[in-house]
């Protein structure tokens, strides 16, 4: 089983994103759990963990590679911390989600207000970017050992790094988009996206040092292909956001409209001109003795 690791990975990744999108799972309730969330909080993570507790061991029994960028015992413990912060972003989320079907979603009080931070935010940072730590220091842990894997190819381990980052991507999107509107921005994973720019210079940093034979890992290609492609929606969006603002700057709407003669543009221009030259007026007269 462990040698089937990341795919046996893609698939609880995959699963779990195609359940968030079902109603039945929602709807369906248990003790005020609906069955989502008690899949969320009970059975994939017990999945996960059992799964990668057991490649964690088989990887230490391997024999130390000659070059180690970082000790065993350190990404062990970043590890399991990742995965404690995970698991504790998703129980935040699914009381917070409970909390939010309530009257309090439509609430604009301070307490509605910390309900949706927690919700939205906090939550979905804590889970992406304890799986992006997770993910990366488990690839440095089996870099650190001489394997006993042998890929078919290259090209399968490029595509299950896309799979994974299409997935993850997936899944923000959809916290972006919603028909009630109770949404998040892109804005609101910063962390996130800091998380995955320092695994992937880690990671680089990393591969530069130990030179492997990507075929001979069955995370280490993956999870650089996942971190490559998040970095590069990243830089996506914020290309995205600066030309916005260039666009819709206050600015440049009034000159490009003036340029197309629009009235209100020009009317709005004519009011600013008049006030501006009134308060000036106004200035005069204070000054007369």
Not at 10 to 25: D, E, K, N, P, R
Not at 52 to 71: D, E, K, M
Not at 126 to 151: D, K, R
Request: charged share 15%; net charge positive; proline share 3%.
């Amino acid at each position: 089983m462990t040698n089937h690791l990341i795919s046996i990975l893609i698939l609880i990744i995959v699963a779990g994103v195609i359940a968030y999108q079902a109603s039945f799972l929602k709807n369906r309730k248990i003790f005020h759990l609906s069955l989502l969330q008690i899949l969320y909080l009970i059975f994939l993570p017990g999945a996960v963990f059992i799964l990668v507790n057991s490649y964690v061991q088989s990887l230490l029994i391997l024999p130390r590679a000659h070059t180690q960028f970082i000790r065993d015992g350190i990404l062990i413990d970043t590890i399991f911390l990742a995965m404690f912060f995970s698991y504790g972003g998703v129980a935040i989320h699914g009381v917070t989600k409970m909390l939010s079907d309530t009257g309090l979603r439509h609430d604009s009080d301070e307490s509605a207000e910390i309900n949706r931070y927690f919700h939205l935010t906090f939550s979905h940072n804590l889970i992406y970017g304890g799986g992006l730590l997770f993910a990366v220091c488990l690839a440095l842990l089996e870099l650190n050992h001489t394997s006993v894997y042998n890929a078919p190819n290259l090209i399968s381990l490029v595509i299950r790094g896309l799979l994974i980052a299409c997935a993850i991507l997936f899944a923000m999107y959809s916290y972006t988009h919603s028909r009630d509107q109770y949404v998040g921005r892109w804005a609101d994973f910063k962390a996130f996206f800091l998380i995955a720019w320092g695994g992937l210079i880690l990671l680089y940093v990393a591969i530069k040092k130990t030179s492997p034979d990507f075929d001979s890992y069955q995370l280490l290609l993956p999870i650089f292909i996942t971190l490559v492609v998040i970095a590069l929606a990243n830089i996506i969006l914020v290309l995205r956001r600066i030309r916005r603002h260039k666009l819709y700057s206050p600015h440049r709407f009034i000159a490009f409209h003036r340029q197309k003669g629009h009235p209100a543009v020009q009317k709005s221009q004519h009011d600013l001109e008049r006030g501006f030259q009134d308060e000036i007026e106004d200035k005069h007269q204070e000054i007369k003795p």
